[in-house]
Structure formats: structure tokens, C-alpha cells
Nanobody, 123 residues
Framework: QVLLVESGGGLVTPGGSLRLSCAAS????????IGWFRQAPGKEREGVSC????????NYADSVKGRFTISRDNAAKSVYLEMNGLKPEDTAVYYC????????????????WGQGTQVTVSS
């Protein structure tokens, strides 16, 4: 059974940092691309970043380029999202998602999802 569990969310002031983690189990994580998505109240879920199974290829939404960094540790079966320079508009529930095969950025391409972790950026 594919299982993804996010952690690391919380309340942070503007300009602050958070590190989200996505723990994977139930599958050979090296073969799976992992994406981070977020959904703010009243908005559609959007892609934030994704990383290939080897970690050699990454992709970022324009809104987070230069501020967020995605990485993975396959030995630990974990994927991380380092978020710096957080802004109020980054407030959302953040989800990690997995797919087998080529790197994709769109939500429908990911069949496996975690339960999400709340990130709130506010003074």
C-alpha cells in the first residue's frame, strides 16, 4: 500500500522559513517522482515543485522559484521542501504526491496523495 505522510507545517511570520517532509512507504521510492502541491482556501490545488526519482531533475512554479528547494533522500524514503522567504500568499495546505514514471507537474498525473500539512504565514 502506497502511503505518503507530510509533516513540518506550522505558523511562521513573513520572511520566515519552514521545512516540510514527506515520508513514503509501501513502494520502491527510487522509482517514483514526488510532487509538492498546495491548496489555499477557495482556490484550486496547484503545483509547487516536483523531483524525479533519482533527484536529478526538479521543477518549480514561478511563484516559488528562488525561495523553495525540493530534495530527496531515497535511503530515508523521504522528500523535503525547504521554504524560505515565506509570504502570506504561501499560506495553504501542502500535499505531497507520488507517481511512477516520467516527471510531471500537473495534479491529475499523480495517483497517490498524502493527507496534507497546514502552512500559515502571518504576522
Amino acid at each position: 500500500q502506497v502511503l505518503l505522510v507530510e509533516s513540518g507545517g506550522g505558523l511562521v511570520t513573513p520572511g520566515g522559513s519552514l521545512r516540510l517532509s514527506c515520508a513514503a512507504s509501501g513502494f520502491t521510492v527510487d522509482y517514483y517522482n514526488i510532487g509538492w502541491f498546495r491548496q489555499a482556501p477557495g482556490k484550486e490545488r496547484e503545483g509547487v515543485s516536483c523531483i524525479s526519482g533519482s533527484g536529478g531533475t526538479t521543477n518549480y512554479a514561478d511563484s516559488v522559484k528562488g525561495r523553495f528547494t525540493i530534495s530527496r533522500d531515497n535511503a530515508a524514503k523521504s522528500v523535503y521542501l525547504e521554504m524560505n522567504g515565506l509570504k502570506p500568499e504561501d499560506t495553504a495546505v501542502y500535499y505531497c504526491a507520488g507517481r511512477f514514471g516520467g516527471l510531471r507537474t500537473q495534479r491529475p498525473e499523480y495517483p497517490y496523495w498524502g493527507q496534507g500539512t497546514q502552512v500559515t504565514v502571518s504576522s
